[in-house]
C-alpha cells in the first residue's frame, strides 16, 4: 500500500516564525501536491511538483513556497507564518500515469498560528 | 476552470439505510475519484472512476462522463461510514479539483 507520512499530527507556531512541513511518499510517485482545508473553503491546491526540482503554482501560493530536492520528499515552507495561514494541511501524490492517476493523502497537519 | 458541485451538502441517516451522493463537474474529464475523509481528517481514496461503474464491497461508484456526473452509493450503512466525502476531478498536470464535501453522518 502507498504511504504518505506527514511529519507531525499537530504544530503551534508564533507568528513571524519560518515552519517547515515534511512529506514523504514510498512508493516512486512523480506528483506531489500540498493542499490546505478549512471550513466553508474545501481543499484549496498550494503548490505542486510533478518531478524533482519542478514545482507549479497553485490556486492560493501566496506566503507559501516548496521545496523537492529528493523524489520522495516534498516540503512546505511558510516564510513567515501569519494566523491566517491556521489551517489544515494535507499532503498527497500519484502517479503521472493516465492509466493510475489515484491520489494517496498523508494523515494531515493542523497547524496553528498564535 | 472546471466547476465541481456535489448535493447534498448534509446527510444524517440510521445504521442501515441506504445513501446515494452526487457529483456534478462543468466539463469533461478523464479523472475522477472519490475520498472519504475520517473524523480524524485522514482522507481515504475510494475509487478513480472516469466512466462506468465500480464496486467494494457496500461501496460502489458510477460515473456518467457523457452527461458530466458521477455517484456514490453506500448501503447498509455503518457508523464508521461517518466523514466527509469527496469527489474531485483531474486537472492539468495531475492536479485535482475538489468540491465542497459532503457530510455524512450514520446514527446508531
Known amino acids: 500500500d502507498v504511504k504518505v507520512t506527514q511529519s507531525s499530527r499537530y504544530l503551534v507556531k508564533r507568528t513571524g516564525e519560518k515552519v517547515f512541513l515534511e512529506c514523504v511518499q514510498d512508493?516512486?510517485?512523480?506528483?506531489m501536491f500540498w493542499y490546505r482545508q478549512d471550513p466553508g473553503l474545501g481543499l484549496r491546491l498550494i503548490y505542486f511538483?510533478?518531478?524533482?526540482?519542478?514545482?507549479e503554482k497553485g490556486d492560493i501560493p501566496e506566503g507559501y513556497s516548496v521545496s523537492r530536492e529528493k523524489k520522495e520528499r516534498f516540503s512546505l515552507i511558510l516564510e513567515s507564518a501569519s494566523t491566517n495561514q491556521t489551517s489544515m494541511y494535507l499532503c498527497?501524490?500519484?502517479?503521472?500515469?493516465?492509466?493510475?492517476?489515484?491520489?494517496?493523502f498523508g494523515q494531515g497537519t493542523r497547524l496553528t498560528v498564535v | 476552470g472546471i466547476q465541481v458541485e456535489q448535493s447534498p451538502p448534509d446527510l444524517i441517516l440510521q445504521e442501515g439505510a441506504n445513501s446515494t451522493l452526487r457529483c456534478n463537474f462543468s466539463?469533461?474529464?478523464?479523472?475522477l475519484q472519490w475520498f472519504h475523509q475520517n473524523p480524524w481528517g485522514q482522507l481515504i481514496n475510494l475509487f478513480y472512476?472516469?466512466?462506468g461503474t465500480k464496486q467494494n464491497g457496500r461501496l460502489s461508484a458510477t460515473t456518467v462522463a457523457t452527461e458530466r456526473y458521477s455517484l456514490l452509493y453506500i448501503s447498509s450503512s455503518q457508523t464508521t461510514d461517518s466523514g466527509v466525502y469527496f469527489c474531485?476531478?483531474?486537472?492539468?498536470?495531475?492536479?485535482?479539483?475538489f468540491g465542497q464535501g459532503t457530510e455524512l453522518s450514520v446514527k446508531p
Open positions: 472512476i472516469p466512466s
Open positions: 466539463d469533461s474529464v478523464n479523472n
Open positions: 474531485a476531478v483531474g486537472g492539468s498536470g495531475g492536479k485535482l479539483i
Open positions: 512508493m516512486d510517485h512523480e506528483n
Open positions: 511538483s510533478y518531478d524533482v526540482k519542478m514545482k
Open positions: 498527497a501524490s500519484s502517479l503521472f500515469r493516465v492509466e493510475d492517476p489515484r491520489a494517496f
